[in-house]
């Protein structure tokens, strides 16, 4: 699943937090509103990003 700014056009650069029963996606380039995610979109950001970090697990090195 990919975010997209509609201010910037920025690409999976999106912080969330959480709203009440949902989540709010802000633009991490222009810090604006994006859009409220459900919990089936926050699903879907938590399985893909576990599945890069079992790609990646250097992301975890502790050195």
């Keep these: 699943m990919k975010i ?3 201010y910037c056009n920025g690409q999976e ?3 969330v937090e ?3 029963p ?3 996606a802000t633009c ?3 810090k604006k509103y994006i859009k409220m995610l459900s919990k089936e ?3 879907q950001l938590e399985e893909e990003e576990d599945k890069l970090n079992y790609n ?3 992301r975890y090195d502790s050195r």
């Design 41 to 43: 979109e926050k699903k």
């Design 13 to 15: 650069e999106i912080f």
């Design 18 to 20: 959480s709203a009440g």
């Design 4 to 6: 997209y700014c509609t």
């Design 28 to 30: 991490n380039n222009c």
């Design 22 to 24: 949902h989540l709010k």
């Design 56 to 58: 990646h697990p250097e």
